[in-house]
């Protein structure tokens, strides 16, 4: 026979537990796999290729010490791209296949790159810590 306490604490319990497995992705992100849709080492051929330095400062990069985007030296660290677009593979290829798409007004061009292209470059940029 239920009661209103028994549904409370029930009610608490779930949230308890809820709170618990949401707590448990949380921590030091350098337990985040690598991405595994691309070649770091061809992404890392494409971001010399478009140039991404001449905007960014890319570590392992010759000459990437551009100060009109933000630094990319530990992106694989960072949990947003463009300061609010969550950090997780898919969005960081959509970003990088069209960044005015994602955030309207952003500085960041569509260079137009291809989507394996993207793929390769998100593996790069991932690397990066």
């Known amino acids: 026979m239920p009661t209103s ?20 992705g ?10 595994n849709g691309g070649d770091a ?13 001449a905007c960014h400062k890319i570590k392992d ?6 100060e009109a985007g933000p630094d990319l030296e530990q992106f694989g660290r960072a949990s947003y791209i463009a300061g609010g677009i969550p950090n997780v593979p898919p ?13 309207p007004g ?8 291809t989507e394996q292209e993207a793929r390769h470059m998100t593996a790069y940029l991932y690397t990066l810590r």
């Open 5 to 24: 306490l028994s549904r409370s604490s029930i009610a608490c319990a779930a949230l308890v537990l809820t709170c618990a497995s949401l707590l448990a």
């Open 26 to 35: 949380c921590g030091d992100d350098d337990n985040r796999k690598p991405y």
């Open 41 to 53: 080492k061809i992404g890392k051929q494409l971001v010399t290729q478009y140039q991404c330095g």
């Open 61 to 66: 990069i010759p000459g990437a010490g551009g």
């Open 91 to 103: 969005r960081l290829v959509a970003w990088l296949l069209d960044p005015p798409a994602l955030k």
């Open 106 to 113: 952003t500085t960041m061009p569509n260079v137009g790159l």
